[in-house]
């Protein structure tokens, strides 16, 4: 039933080594409250250079080491593609899924937002300076987009034997080889969406953000308000991109919008009314 190396074979290796190692070190700057942008900009370079397939382009050796990258997408998708076609479950898959869940439960978004390489490369062009950002469009239809491909595969892949994230998966650009004029004509639309707005492949088509933003409900560790100390100045909302900021300052719970932990919120508030951390006290 189960094919692939051992389980502990898997989880020790270089690869899923490096992206709990980006995850920590993001985890711990939101913690202490010591993030900047550069230092958010540097951990996202290295995820996606270490797990973007690009070192191993440069040093094509460390392939047996890193792989091409983790491929989330990959991670989910094929677990059931595998089990209808072959009646056989990957363990490199299931793996690579429980490791991405595992850290969703303890933070949110500590996968997605600090040791995904095509998220990584799509924020670090949104923080560039000097280019128009285009307004996000609303969590609720950007997530039922998501939804929707989500059942389209489950439907396709149950039924025809069909995976239609086989046309959308941008990761498997990212293996840059046999093709390499697609993979960087298609990593380029990627990217240049992500000039313009807040990380679209990941509101609008990944379902590792799909699924990740449900278990999430249940992290540990995500951005929290103090509201005895915030004072209504609002500046968060207009300097971080992401959905959920709006709902946590007001004080709403229960299923927020996906928050990628890009801690800008943080940073901006001259309070520190927000801070990343567990639940205390009335929170919920």
């Keep these: 039933m189960f094919v692939g190396p051992s ?27 010591r993030l900047r942008r550069w230092s958010r900009a540097a951990v996202l370079a290295a995820a996606f250079f270490l797990l973007g397939g690009v070192v191993v382009l440069l040093a094509p050796g460390l392939d047996k080491f890193l792989g091409m990258h983790p491929s989330p997408m990959c991670a989910l998708t094929r ?34 937002g600090w040791a995904c390489p095509l998220g ?3 924020e670090l062009l949104y923080l560039l300076p000097g280019v128009k950002k285009i307004p996000n469009l609303p969590f609720r239809f ?12 489950l439907v396709g892949v149950f039924a025809v034997g069909i995976n239609i994230y086989d046309h959308v998966n941008a990761f498997e650009l990212m293996h840059w080889e046999l093709t390499f004029g697609g993979a960087v004509l298609g990593i380029g639309l990627v990217a240049l969406g992500g ?18 933003w449900a278990v ?30 709006a709902p946590i300052v007001e004080g709403r719970t229960g299923w927020l919008p996906d928050c990628t ?20 006290g009335g929170d919920a």
């Design 7 to 33: 389980l502990w074979t898997i989880l020790l290796s270089w690869k899923f080594g490096v992206f709990v190692v980006l995850a920590a070190i993001g985890a711990a700057l939101l913690i202490t409250g």
């Design 79 to 112: 677990i059931a593609e595998f089990w209808v076609a072959k009646g056989l479950l990957p363990k490199m898959l299931l793996a690579t899924l429980g490791v991405i869940l595992l850290l969703s439960l303890v933070g949110k978004k500590l996968f997605c």
């Design 120 to 122: 990584a490369l799509q």
């Design 142 to 153: 950007t997530n039922l987009v998501r939804t929707y491909l989500l059942v389209f595969y």
């Design 195 to 212: 000039l313009f707005y807040y990380r679209p492949y990941c509101y609008l088509v990944c379902p590792i953000g799909l699924v990740s």
């Design 216 to 245: 999430e409900r249940f992290s540990y560790l995500a951005v929290r308000l103090d509201k005895g100390k915030c004072t209504g100045c609002k500046l968060c909302l207009a300097k971080s991109p992401c959905p959920a900021i």
């Design 261 to 280: 932990s890009c801690g800008l919120c943080l940073e901006t508030c001259p309070e520190k009314a927000l801070s990343f951390r567990g639940p205390k």
